[in-house]
Structure formats: C-alpha cells, structure tokens
Nanobody
Framework: QVQLVESGGGVVQPGGSLRLSCAAS????????MTWYRQAPGKERDLVARITRAGNTNYPDSVKGRFTISRDNAKNTMYLQMNSLKPEDTAVYYC?????????WGKGTLVTVSS
C-alpha cells in the first residue's frame, strides 16, 4: 500500500510564496507521473501541475509562470513552488502519483491566500 503526505500549506498574503511537498512511502518501486491538483470550495478538482519521471512538466494557464513543479526520485518526493499567489489560488492542494498503473491520493493541504 502507498501513502502520500502533503505539507507546506498555510495562510499567505497576496503576492506571497509557499512551497508544498509530497512525500510517498510504502510499496513503491517506481513512480511514473506525479501531479498536483487543487479543489476550491464549491468547485471541481483541477490539475495544477504535472511532472513525468523524465522531468517533463505541464501547467494550466492559470498558474503558468507562477508555479514550478519538481521531483526528487531518490526521495520519492515532489514539490510545488508557488509564487505571486492570488486569492483565487485558495484551495486544498492534493498530491497524486501513479505506481504500477494505480493512482494514489494524499489527504490534501490547505492553502489560503488572503489579505
């Protein structure tokens, strides 16, 4: 069984920065894609950033140029550096990984951007 733990969420003012982490543990041999999603109150869960094992990245226009995803394969960990945060970035951020054709989800970490 695979467990994911997100950390780094909190309250920040508009224009500020946060760095999220997702640490994977358990029955892991090789992690394929690693993805950050977010879900705001009353909204559907949307993709924030994705990184393949080879390091290719994908961002929606809403975060492009402000967020950067990265991963450390030796540590089974991925990160999301969030800069120039806006109130509309407020959401619960979820870690997702693919292992042996199965996807796993973390419990989420809350990011609140407010003045």
């Amino acid at each position: 069984q695979v467990q994911l733990v997100e950390s780094g969420g909190g309250v920040v003012q508009p224009g500020g920065s946060l760095r999220l982490s997702c640490a994977a543990s358990g029955s892991i041999f090789r992690i394929n894609d690693m993805t950050w999603y977010r879900q705001a109150p009353g909204k559907e869960r949307d993709l924030v950033a994705r990184i393949t094992r080879a390091g290719n990245t994908n961002y929606p226009d809403s975060v492009k140029g402000r967020f950067t995803i990265s991963r450390d394969n030796a540590k089974n960990t991925m990160y999301l550096q969030m800069n120039s945060l806006k109130p509309e970035d407020t959401a619960v951020y979820y870690c997702n990984i693919e292992v042996n054709f199965v996807q796993y989800w973390g419990k989420g970490t809350l990011v609140t951007v407010s003045s």
